[in-house]
């Protein structure tokens, strides 16, 4: 079991599933060190928070790894019991392959894989140097399944997946105090879709609408509720943390039909988006 205690730093802090994790960890007496480019949606977040927890805001771009390192170290300094970090923030971009251009594939690689990858790399020297610590990577269930229309998505959050367990073999096999979880959302009601970047080669703002209703619709797991997942994953030292019955699904889905379970996915997808 891993103790919630002393502080976490959280990239992507400001809303959706960071801004509910630093809620939820403050209630349980965890000082914050909140990262994100929304600043003043971290001002909000502290002061909402109060001053019963030690909580530090740091405008950071997770695509800048200069920035993640001066987090690191900011966060370190002003938190030194700082012994969970939950590489959290990331972006969507919404098109098949050969609607999406190499500039914009290579833009969400460096928020969603490469963030998590400067994230663990800059926080891991302080985090084995105390009694127990936890990194939790934020991959979705878009690192298990690959729908049509997310390659860049799905590619970056398998790279999340295979990265994340490789390091938590790499520390296990070294007999470190740091352990890892990777977490699979399914759909959580964020701003994410609303939030996403549309393919060059997309022309049709009617699709985009149908695209976040059909997300909307389906997303229908709160941020409160995945923060809560996430912290019991945390306590149990839980490797792989699946967020949602869609993710429950599709995870056991693609067990049983590895290489073709995108038909019959197909239509249970349509059914949730109807809401049905």
Known sequence: ?????????????ASGIGRALALELA????????????EAGLKVLAAEIGSTRKVSVHR?????????????????????ALGIVVNNAGVALMGSFEEIDQAQ??????????????GTRAF??????????????????????????????????????????????ELAV????????????????????????TGVGITDNARRAQSIERFENAARTTPKD?????????????????????????DLLQRFRPGTYWAP?????EKMAKGT
């Open 124 to 169: 891991l020297p302080h985090l084995k140097t105390r009694s127990e610590a936890h990194i939790v990577n934020l991959s979705s269930i878009f690192g298990i399944i690959a729908p049509p229309g997310q390659s860049a998505y799905a590619a970056a959050k398998f790279a999340v997946r295979g990265f994340s367990e490789s390091v938590r073999h």
């Open 60 to 80: 950071v771009d997770v695509g800048e790894p200069d920035d993640i390192a001066r987090f690191a170290n900011e966060a370190t300094s002003v938190h030194p």
């Open 265 to 269: 996915l197909q239509r249970k997808l």
């Open 226 to 250: 995945a923060a809560l997942r996430i912290i019991r994953g945390i306590e149990k030292n839980e490797p792989r943390i699946l967020i949602g019955k869609d993710a429950r699904f599709m």
């Open 174 to 197: 070294a007999g470190s105090p740091v352990r890892l979880s990777v977490v699979h959302p399914g759909g959580v009601a964020t701003a994410i879709a609303r939030n996403s970047r």
């Open 105 to 118: 594939m290579d833009w969400l690689f460096d928020i969603n894989f490469w963030g998590v990858v400067h």
């Open 27 to 38: 209630q349980r007496g965890c000082g914050l060190a909140l990262a994100d480019r929304d």
């Open 1 to 13: 079991m891993t103790a919630i205690r002393g502080a976490a730093a959280i990239t992507g802090a």
